[in-house]
């Protein structure tokens, strides 16, 4: 018997990492050639990869989350000998030959808290040597054109090298201001920012410097939504269904729309610089969703035009395929309006951003028991409290208003 | 999809038969195309696995359009010649090419490894449309040789779209060149869905250079077999060119460097599974009882020889010396080539293998 270290390749042509998501295999399995062993994400993808040996594992060698360099072994699995071993692919053939500067420094980086490693881990092949200043070929003739020498210019470029604007700046005299970002030098653990929070990144930052947000609060007693829970959570038409605050929540912005209908709508720019507002004849509810991959907002489609246990079975059905990371682009395209419930997280309100092109959303925060007067003394109720964030190009002070006191009203009468 | 496609087996592997494209069907031939589109399939999966754990720098999965690839492979005669683009494997499979040969380029070991006057077939081309103009040149280069042969020339929808592709089809007109223009309309250019590319079906297209089109059900195999044939026959008769839009469904990734759940659904993909070329096939065959469990058997342990083979060789295939991909860039010595390579080796000169 001996023991092969399957090392992480690149499947996605000049990947250079990957964070292992999850694995399908546990130590002390037995496993074949071509059995799907592990997901992983990359830049561009996530991707199964299949095993290459047929074996015993004898080691996960990556916690999933982690983000390795290709190259890093992150399987063990012990082979019989008996088998034939693969052509090339015994001792000595490892990943592949790779080149490497002669008499350069070589560093093992050790993988993901590992000690020894039978595989070489990759290395970058520096085809400048160290002070010479990296730049492309037309950034190079660039600098030629305006006089400038390269050896002066501080790279800002993602890979250290000197960018056309580094150029510029360095031409116009301004190369000894600081330059943004890349400049700034590492004081802590850089963590490179993934596919689904770029996106997130990407979405947060267009709407809040697009639409002028403005946030407004109410706390509402939800006695009465809580007995209706617990009676539907009891009646077999909701049987298949979560049933939960989120739910009534959910009913009361559809309801609440009805009587508001400019919250569920969408600013439009014009390509001739005017604006149009558009109102939706029904509802997409959006759900922000904390996944395993990020912040998702799937949306319920024509919410408006569901029964209460239809949309709580709605509900229940996309925020699970959230979670489970299945689901699809359609999914969180269209949604006219969305609910955040960030009371899961033990808090009691916030300041939500819009989700691109909608204008309003609504965040639901913790129930938590609180003194409440109640005709003139005091009890105590369960509260929650709402905040309802809207674009104030589309939706006015009242309008806005008026909307968060009727969701609140339904919350603490709610017509069920 | 596809209500208005040519078709000669039901998704339910009902033979149907259809005036225009007769076809003589005997248990021997469902046999062999069976067998073609298993190990065409498992050329696949054995190779998306190899580039999963790293042998290969990349693969452009086949799967779901093996039907079109081996009717048109079988429809095709030793003398004819093909022009395919990269993902072209049941035709490869079909006219006896070393799946091995096929990995070469995937793993980068050189750009072609079959000889193209032996196999009848171009090179994989990866520049989306431009064989096609190969493909009208060839066929002009047989009316002028006065050969009994015929070009078949495959590409995708997205090539479509391509100026490349709009001048072979004038010029194929313009000749008469006993060419058939086959297109595997597999629904995405990458992200790009063929609705996006076309307001219309890509055979209507073909109308407007004045060339015959016919547009057919992909995943039926006996239909591309059949409408291959009588067009390739049609064309080698100096009938001139013909355009075939096979209406099919990529189910894997774009390459292994595409994550298609960005872009299509899975209800989409459910359907399209639906309609597998290999289980209408199958269906059909049990139909008319040729498919006995010995012959399955005897496919299937062929095809695990064929994995076992495709892993062996990959992993054991050494990297060729760099200074080789300056040896047949010119037939005679060329001075930029030769200080290009002299470059190189000084290069290679300041850095060590390990």
Avoid at chain 1, 20 to 49: F, H, M
Avoid at chain 1, 177 to 204: F, K, N, T, W
Wanted: glycine share 8%; charged share 25%.
């Amino acid at each position: 018997m001996s023991v092969r270290e399957f090392p992480l390749p690149d499947v996605g042509e000049g990947l250079t990492e990957a964070e292992i998501v999850g694995w399908r295999i546990s130590v002390g399995d037995e496993i074949a050639v071509n059995q799907p062993i592990v997901d992983i994400e990359t830049a561009k993808a996530v991707v199964e990869l299949p095993s290459p040996f047929t074996g015993r594992v004898t080691a996960l060698l990556v916690a999933p989350g982690a983000v390795v360099p290709v190259g890093t072994p992150i399987l063990a699995v012990e082979v019989s000998d008996r088998e034939p071993v693969l052509v090339g692919y015994g001792v000595g053939h490892e990943q592949g030959r790779r080149r490497r500067l002669r008499g350069a420094n070589a560093p093992q980086q050790g993988g993901a808290g590992r000690v020894e490693s039978a595989a070489p881990q990759q290395e970058v092949t520096r085809l400048v040597p160290p002070g010479k200043p990296m730049a492309k070929p037309p950034v190079r003739a660039l600098a030629r054109e305006l006089g400038v020498d390269l050896s002066r210019v501080t790279p800002t470029g993602s890979h250290g090298d000197i960018t056309r604007d580094d150029v510029r700046r360095a031409a116009s005299g301004n190369a000894s201001s600081p330059a943004p970002i890349a400049a700034r030098p590492v004081r802590g653990e850089r963590v490179p920012v993934r596919s689904v929070q770029r996106q997130m990144a990407q979405a947060m930052v267009r709407s809040m410097t697009t639409a002028p947000h403005v946030t407004e609060w109410v706390d509402v007693d939800v006695s009465a939504t809580m007995a209706l829970v617990k009676r539907l959570r009891a009646e077999p038409e909701f049987a298949d269904a979560r049933v939960t605050p989120l739910t009534i929540a959910a009913s009361a912005v559809i309801h609440a729309i009805r009587r508001t209908p400019i919250v569920n709508s969408s600013w439009v720019d014009l390509p001739d610089g005017s604006a149009e507002i558009e109102l939706y004849p029904f509802v997409n509810l959006g759900l922000a969703v904390a996944s395993p991959r990020g912040l998702v907002v799937p949306n319920v489609r024509d919410a408006g035009s569901l029964s209460l246990s239809g949309l709580a079975r709605a509900i229940t059905e996309v925020t699970e395929r959230a979670r489970e990371g299945r689901l699809t682009p359609s999914d969180s395209v269209e949604g006219t309006i969305t609910v955040t419930n960030i009371g899961v997280f033990g808090v009691d309100g916030g300041t939500p951003i819009l989700n691109p092109g909608e204008a309003a959303i609504l965040a639901t925060g913790r129930i938590v028991e609180r003194p409440w007067a109640v005709d003139g003394a005091l009890a105590v109720r369960p509260v929650m409290q709402l905040s309802l964030a809207f674009d104030h190009r589309v939706v006015d002070g009242a309008s806005g208003s008026a909307f968060l006191a009727d969701v609140a009203a339904y919350l603490h009468r709610p017509p069920h | 999809m596809t209500e208005d496609v040519i078709r000669l087996l039901t998704p339910e592997g009902e033979r149907i038969e259809h005036p225009d494209y007769p076809l003589e069907v005997d248990a021997d031939l469902l046999r062999r195309l069976y067998r073609d589109i298993v190990l065409t399939r498992r050329t696949d999966v054995e190779s998306t696995a190899l580039q999963r754990t790293g042998e290969l720098g990349l693969w452009c999965p086949v799967l779901g359009q093996e039907g079109i690839q081996v009717g048109a492979g079988h429809a095709m005669r030793p003398t004819d010649y093909g022009f395919t683009t990269y993902r072209e494997v049941g035709i490869f499979q079909v006219r006896g090419v070393d799946p091995v040969e096929l990995l070469h380029l995937y793993r980068g070991v050189t750009h072609s490894s079959w000889d193209p006057r032996r196999v009848g077939l171009g090179i994989f081309t990866i520049v989306i449309g431009s064989h096609a103009l190969h493909s009208v040149g060839y066929a002009m280069g047989i009316q002028r040789d006065g050969a009994d042969e015929a070009v078949l020339s495959c590409f995708g929808d997205g090539a479509t779209s391509t100026g490349d592709v709009h001048e072979a089809m004038v010029f194929a007109a313009a000749f008469n060149a006993p060419v058939v223009f086959l297109v595997q309309n597999n629904q995405w250019a990458i992200s790009v869905p063929v609705t996006r590319q076309a307001r219309a079906p890509l055979a209507t297209r073909a109308a407007g250079y004045g060339i015959p089109s016919v547009r057919i059900d992909g995943n039926d195999v006996l239909a591309g077999l059949a409408v291959t044939r009588t067009l390739l026959d049609r064309a080698r008769e100096g009938g001139g060119p013909a355009f075939i839009e096979a209406v099919t469904y990529r189910r894997g990734p774009h390459t292994t460097s595409d994550d298609p759940t960005r872009y299509r659904d899975e209800a989409e993909l459910d359907h399209w599974a639906s309609l597998d070329p290999l289980d209408r096939l199958r269906r059909h065959m049990e139909r008319v009882g040729a498919l006995d469990p010995e012959f399955v058997a005897a496919v299937d342990a062929e095809a695990d020889a064929l994995g076992e083979l495709l892993r062996e060789t990959i992993r054991g295939m050494e990297a060729p010396d760099p200074l080789r991909m300056f040896e047949h860039v010119y037939a005679e010595p060329h001075r930029q080539v030769t200080a290009d390579r002299a470059a190189m080796a000084d290069y290679l000169a300041t850095v060590e293998t390990s």
